[in-house]
């Protein structure tokens, strides 16, 4: 079982929808999740960083955090065009700062 | 901008050739890590390293090899290189060690020819 599985999509939404974006990781130790979103041709930027379970919101994005469940959700509310990009979830998992990422779920938001 | 600059944005080289790239870390950050993506594996770790020494490794292979000098810029070396070597390779940055997010530059995009 891989440590971080995230869907890959793609995923095509009309502008303002509600987007849902999920990752499931496989070790209930795990306490640091984050949310990273890439454009095409630049480098992975950090969205959120959450600790433990809960919710963290910023502007129209929520980070999610089910422990129990080893569930991690990016939540995009009113979503733009701009908004169009690849999100990674990604879980230190490992000695030092290693950053695990997910695959990477493609998103395109339409006019 | 991330702050973490990497150099060169493009490199083609023949297999067999070695390269070299290069990464400058964001003003204050201890901490520099390689990552290596490519349209099947995803991004995947490579090395980390804290001030200098090595602290953690991932899947780097024994052809590939980074260090990080004393002004904190960091180097990986890649050699005997083979088609499918060809990746985007990515620098990152943090201020420590444990738990902290990570910045990213625009990466290098290698193509082995």
């Known amino acids: 079982q891989k440590e971080v599985e995230q869907d890959p999509g793609p995923l095509s939404v009309p502008e303002g929808a509600i987007v849902s974006l999920n990752c499931t990781y496989s070790?209930?130790?795990?306490?640091?999740f984050m949310w990273y979103r890439q454009y095409s041709r630049k480098g992975p930027e950090l969205l959120m960083y959450?600790?433990?379970?809960g919710n963290k919101e910023d502007g129209r994005f929520t980070a999610q955090v089910d422990k129990s469940s080893k569930y991690i959700s990016l939540f995009i509310r009113d979503s733009q065009p701009s908004d169009s990009a690849t999100y990674l979830c990604?879980?230190?998992?490992?000695?030092?700062?290693?950053?695990?990422f997910g695959t990477g779920t493609q998103l395109k938001v339409e006019l | 901008d991330s702050g973490v600059t990497q150099t060169p944005k493009h490199l083609i080289t023949a297999t067999g050739q070695r390269v070299t790239l290069r990464c400058s870390p964001r003003?204050?950050?201890?901490?520099v890590y390689w990552y290596q993506q490519s349209l099947d594996q995803g991004l995947q770790f490579l090395i980390q390293?804290?001030?200098?020494?090595?602290?953690a490794k991932g899947n780097i292979l024994e052809r590939f090899s980074a260090q990080q000098f004393p002004d904190l810029h960091s180097e990986l070396n890649l050699s005997s290189l083979e088609l499918g070597d060809s990746a985007l390779y990515f620098c990152?940055?943090?201020?420590?060690?444990?738990?902290?997010?990570?910045?990213f530059g625009n990466g290098t995009r290698l193509t082995v020819t």
């Open positions: 003003s204050g950050d201890l901490s």
């Open positions: 390293y804290y001030n200098g020494e090595e602290r």
């Open positions: 959450t600790y433990s379970s």
């Open positions: 070790n209930s130790a795990f306490q640091y």
């Open positions: 990152a940055s943090s201020v420590g060690q444990a738990a902290s997010p990570l910045h």
């Open positions: 990604a879980i230190p998992t490992g000695g030092g700062n290693k950053l695990t």
